[in-house]
């Protein structure tokens, strides 16, 4: 099956700060989404973004399907930014990368 | 329009229990999607429900297995229930027959506990 890599595991920002993280994919999908899990467990989706570039306030995302990458972008972080990104790709069923745990600190 | 909702929203069972979880869908989505969240799996795909079909299903034993009403509702059902099945698990609907084709909204999950 298709496996999902996301990069890196965990990071730790300073309230202001942006940052870029990367979702890994091994085969050829037509879907790709990424997700943010809130310390509650709720998962949201932030993008449907099987390719090319989407922005939505201070989230942008960007997805090279020839490459088999994706890359999430947070300007400007803010502690409600905390908590776990998923991207996940998928044709008949979605698998889930690992995710990336970010913590900001005010 | 109201978001996915899941019930119960906890539940404490024991080994060899059965359990049925609840899930109502975002109201015009069709597909159904259902998910197991655990500290060393991750986030696996259990089953995907569209018009009351099973579309597709994951790597699980028949011991989990679900259904889709005329109504889009969904519920899974975990027979014999082991320690490995203490999980979160979330539902996720789509407005298209798939959710691997189409933005998903996820449900706030029911965490099972099983002791």
């Known amino acids: 099956g298709i496996q999902v890599e996301q990069s890196p595991p965990d990071l730790i920002l300073q309230e202001g700060a942006n940052s870029t993280l990367r979702c890994n994919f091994s085969d050829s999908v037509n879907n790709l989404q990424w997700f943010h899990q809130n310390p509650w467990g709720q998962l949201i989706n932030l993008f449907y973004?099987?390719?090319g570039t989407k922005q939505n306030g201070r989230l942008s995302a960007t997805t090279v399907a020839t490459e088999r990458y994706s890359l999430l972008y947070i300007s400007s972080s803010q502690t409600t930014d905390s908590g776990v990104y998923f991207c996940?790709?998928?044709?008949?069923?979605?698998?889930f990368g690992a995710g990336t745990r970010l913590t900001v600190k005010p | 329009k109201a978001g996915v909702t899941q019930t119960p929203r906890y539940l404490i069972k024991t080994r060899g229990q059965q359990v049925t979880l609840s899930c109502s869908p975002i109201s015009g989505h069709r597909s159904v999607s259902w998910y197991q969240q655990t500290p060393g799996q991750g986030l696996q795909f259990l089953f995907e429900?569209?018009?009351?079909?099973?579309?597709n299903k994951g790597n699980f034993p028949g011991r989990f297995s679900g259904r889709q009403f005329s109504n889009s509702r969904s519920e899974m059902n975990v027979s014999t229930l082991e320690l490995g099945d203490s999980a979160l698990y979330l539902c996720a609907s789509s407005l298209g027959n798939s959710g691997a084709t189409d933005t998903q909204y996820f449900g706030p999950g029911t965490r099972l506990t099983v002791l």
């Open positions: 973004i099987p390719s």
């Open positions: 996940a790709v998928g044709e008949n069923d979605m698998r």
């Open positions: 429900y569209f018009s009351e079909t099973q579309r």
